[in-house]
């Protein structure tokens, strides 16, 4: 579904970043790890100098419908023009989408414990997961990992504990009774070290009980998050971040190497925006 919608509210979480919550009057049903492909640009019909030519993909960070509308939001990092010129919409501007699309998270767990991982903007489909599933009555825990503590998206609480261990320190989740756990590399909030680190800890507390990993966040976090699953026999989603130029299979452009018992080769390239962004980590070929 192509749809206008409304600039419904306006936050900047953190330096470098904004989140916005945009206003829809319908819009299709949707999973976590589901993603919009947004129109980074005034129309449709008109391409100034120094403007995004293609939609940009986001990853939808919660979606809550009313009576009148639909609200969805979405948190981005400024890295180029287009992400310049979304961070720079007000209320009450209109911003162009195209969604759902992708595939999302699987919900079902089989007496799992569910541990959920996001490195950077890969925050809102980890966020999501977390409220649908503590809606379903499951209750995950949460480790969040970025460079320093003023790229933190999330709004603290309290504060994060040094040695990795879980307490209710991020708002957003601790009001959904989730423990969390963050990690900075320069250790200047919680952690020090990686969301790896962390995630040791995490599985170690298992006490023995399976668990399952959900994870998002940049290429080479998500390949250490699968790589220590997989040392452990632990299930793992990742949800892979790829430049998207059409969102819908059609240009070609986002592909990740999987393996394919049915390939000549073994393997084969999916498309990120088809048959992801959410993969089983065990399937991506991370060496590619």
Not at 75 to 84: K, M
Not at 185 to 214: E, F, K, M, P, W
Not at 238 to 263: F, I, K, L, W
Request: overall charge neutral; glycine content about 12%.
């Amino acid at each position: 579904m192509i749809l206008d919608t409304t600039v419904a509210g306006v936050r900047t979480p953190c330096r470098e970043h904004f989140e916005l919550t945009l206003a829809a009057a319908a819009f299709p049903d949707a999973l976590p790890g589901q993603f919009v492909q947004i129109l980074c640009r005034d129309s449709v019909q008109s391409l100034a100098d120094g403007q995004a030519m293609l939609r940009r993909p986001f990853s939808v960070g919660g979606l809550r419908r009313g009576v009148r509308s639909v609200e969805i939001d979405i948190l981005g990092r400024v890295v180029g023009p287009g992400t310049a010129w979304l961070a720079g919409r007000r209320r009450g501007d209109t911003v162009n989408i195209l969604g759902p699309l992708g595939r999302p998270f699987s919900i079902t767990i089989n007496d799992e414990i569910p541990i959920l991982v996001a490195g950077g903007v890969g925050l809102p489909p980890i966020r999501w997961l977390a409220e649908t599933l503590c809606r379903a009555g499951i209750e995950p825990s949460f480790i969040y990992g970025a460079q320093s503590r003023d790229l933190l998206a999330v709004a603290l609480c309290a504060e994060p504990a040094r040695d990795g261990k879980m307490s209710e320190c991020i708002k957003e989740f601790a009001g959904l009774g989730i423990r969390a756990a963050i990690t900075t590399d320069d250790g200047s909030c919680g952690l020090r070290g990686r969301v790896t680190d962390a995630l040791g800890i995490q599985l170690d507390a298992c006490a023995g009980r399976a668990a399952r990993v959900y994870a998002c966040g940049p290429e080479p976090m998500l390949r250490a998050v699968a790589e220590r699953c997989a040392a452990r026999g632990v299930a793992c989603e990742v949800a892979m971040e790829r430049v998207m130029g059409c969102g819908m299979a059609t240009c070609q452009s986002c592909v990740v190497p999987v393996r394919d018992g049915a390939s000549t080769d073994g393997w084969r390239y999916a498309l990120c925006c088809r048959e992801g962004p959410v993969f089983d980590a065990s399937a991506v070929i991370w060496s590619r």
